[in-house]
Each structure stands twice: as structure tokens, then as C-alpha cells.
């Protein structure tokens, strides 16, 4: 029996080259990248502008949701 050769995941579904800033938390307007610099955020989108990043409301909702039921697939 043959060991398969290891995945090359930097080649598993190459499509761009990784920003070198990633945003990885976000608390109402507020953004924060992957060495811990916060920035104002801009460039919200519709849901973001009304309610902000990590909304308490929005993420109880979610909980709740996700307990009932996340995805029927047809």
C-alpha cells in the first residue's frame, strides 16, 4: 500500500495572491486587521451601515435561527 502524496494547498484553488492585510474582527464601525490595526470602516455595506459589525441583536438572531434550522436544501 502507497502513501498518497501530501495536498499542495497554496494550489488548491489558486484564483489571487493573498492581501497582505486581512480583516479578521469587526465591532460596530470598526475594523480589525490580522496584526491588530483598527480602521474605520468606510466602505460599509447596507446591512453594516444600519446595524454595525458583531451586532448584538443580529448575532442572538442568528443563534437563534441556527438552533431551528440554517439551511434547507431542496
Known sequence: MTTPAPIDTHSVMFITQRPDIVMVEGNGSWLT???GKRYLDFLQGWAVNCLGHSNPGMIAALN?????LINPSP
Open 64 to 68: 437563534a435561527q441556527a438552533k431551528k
Open 33 to 35: 486587521d490580522n496584526n
